[in-house]
């Protein structure tokens, strides 16, 4: 079965700063992986998507993560954060494999952006 | 382009009253239709999923059920809330299996008092 671990429930960094979450997989498989975003009071939306291409995944808004087979690692990371970056972001692994089993999702970390 | 329309955004509601939630989707066909709650922190949970008309899944045993009795439709019931109902209930819907993204509604907010 696959499993997602968010490392850190809560990350604080100032404006300009580099943002690192951290996000690590379990999978028989080789999985596919997502990173989604939740603004305040709304609903989830995808930042980028791993497919199994290129290993380092470009998203939206300045995002991007690698994958890294050899550490089940799939980090988003950010140059420099601003404070619209402040939200959830959620990690989540799904097997190509296993049909219409639901995606799985870790525990989420909250992102904020210090002034 | 399609859209997902959850409703209402609101709700209080006292505890042993009922409850439904509705959640559509526009602009496209025979999705695969998923509810989910988020609890003050406990993260998302996945409820219910559903690949077709009348097939629900269930993911956690509880006094929630859900119906779908149309294509585009997905409906969150319960007979009597309970405190522990109390959440943010999300709805989402993706084209094929769980490799596609999966795009989400706007969520409903429910208090139980």
């Known amino acids: 079965a696959q499993s997602v671990t968010q490392l850190g429930s809560h990350v604080s960094v100032s404006e300009g700063a580099l943002v690192l979450l951290r996000c690590n997989y379990s999978?028989?498989?080789?999985?596919?992986l997502f990173w989604y975003v939740q603004y305040p009071n709304q609903g989830l939306q995808l930042l980028l998507k791993y497919t199994s291409a290129a290993t380092l995944v470009k998203g939206i808004n300045g995002f991007e993560a690698e994958f890294k087979k050899s550490e089940t690692s799939f980090h988003l990371t950010k140059p420099s954060a601003h404070m619209s970056d402040a939200a959830e972001y959620f990690c989540?692994?799904?097997?190509?494999?296993?049909?219409?089993?639901?995606?799985?999702f870790g525990k989420g970390t909250r992102l904020s952006v210090i002034a | 382009s399609q859209t997902i329309h959850q409703w209402p955004a609101t709700l209080v509601q006292p505890v042993g009253s009922p409850l439904s939630l509705e959640c559509t989707v526009e602009g496209t066909s025979n999705p695969n239709l998923y509810w989910y709650r988020q609890a003050a922190g406990r993260g998302l949970q996945l409820l219910f999923y559903s690949v077709g008309i009348g097939q629900i899944s269930s993911e956690v045993p509880q006094n929630l059920s859900a119906s779908r009795p149309q294509d585009r439709q997905f409906i969150l019931s319960s007979k009597k809330l309970l405190l522990s109902d109390s959440g943010f209930y999300l709805c989402?819907?993706?084209?094929?299996?769980?490799?596609?993204?999966?795009?989400f509604g706007p969520g409903t907010r429910l208090t139980v008092l």
């Open positions: 999978s028989s498989v080789p999985p596919y």
């Open positions: 989540a692994v799904s097997d190509p494999g296993s049909g219409n089993t639901p995606l799985v």
């Open positions: 989402a819907w993706t084209l094929g299996d769980s490799t596609d993204t999966q795009y």
